[in-house]
């Protein structure tokens, strides 16, 4: 999996097509991301201790990473990922612009 925690994305497919936002938390195992603004769902909270009121959260949900697409930096626009060997260390580089990725 190419994607990680704290990049930025767009999405290509679903509901929330064209929508980007910033890696939150990435799944390895399962294969899947969730995107901050991307895919929300509203959640139910019980008050809790009687001082706090109940209240309806959005919360964004999981989605699959053949949905997005890591924006290039420099062009802004979506860009498949490679790796390139620099001094013995693997560094993740954009395909379109050459960019390096954090």
């Known amino acids: 999996m190419n994607i990680k925690k704290g990049d930025k994305v767009i999405v290509i ?4 097509k064209g929508k980007s936002g910033e890696v939150i938390r990435a ?3 399962a294969s899947k991301v969730v995107v ?7 959640r139910h909270e ?6 706090q009121k109940g209240q309806v959260v959005e ?3 999981p989605i ?3 949905n ?19 001094k013995g260390t693997a560094v993740r580089v ?5 960019a390096e990725l954090k």
């Open 27 to 29: 799944f390895p195992r």
């Open 94 to 98: 954009t395909k379109k612009s050459g």
């Open 68 to 86: 997005v697409m890591i924006l290039d930096p420099q062009k802004n626009t979506r860009t498949r990922v490679s790796t390139k060997r620099e």
């Open 36 to 42: 901050a603004g991307v895919s929300v769902a509203k």
């Open 46 to 51: 019980k008050s809790r201790k009687g001082k």
């Open 13 to 16: 497919a679903g509901k929330d």
């Open 59 to 61: 919360i964004p949900m």
């Open 64 to 66: 699959h990473v053949s």
